[in-house]
């Protein structure tokens, strides 16, 4: 993960991973991008980046658990 591009503090957002100066959530960011925000940017790439990097960690480390069901 790019290094002190994300940071969690119980201080700011609730402890929500953040982008450290403008304080957007990773959160926000991603769903920014989903719906179609896009801004040109270099500093700005880098913080969706970032992002993405963090929540394909958080993914990857997700848990499943299947759930049967009988139809």
Same mark, same amino acid.
């Given at each position: 993960?790019?290094?002190?591009?994300?940071?969690?503090?119980?201080?700011?957002?609730?402890?929500?991973?953040?982008?450290?100066?403008?304080?957007?959530?990773?959160?926000?960011?991603?769903?920014?991008?989903?719906?179609? +925000?896009?801004?040109?940017?270099?500093?700005? +790439?880098?913080?969706?980046?970032?992002?993405?990097?963090?929540?394909?960690?958080?993914?990857?480390?997700?848990?499943?658990?299947?759930?049967?069901?009988?139809?």
């Amino acid at each position: 993960m790019r290094k002190n591009r994300i940071v969690l503090d119980p201080k700011i957002r609730s402890g929500k991973p953040i982008i450290p100066g403008i304080r957007i959530s990773v959160e926000f960011l991603l769903d920014l991008l989903a719906n179609g +925000y896009m801004r040109k940017s270099s500093a700005f +790439y880098e913080d969706i980046r970032a992002a993405l990097e963090y929540a394909a960690e958080i993914l990857k480390s997700e848990k499943v658990y299947p759930v049967i069901t009988k139809d």
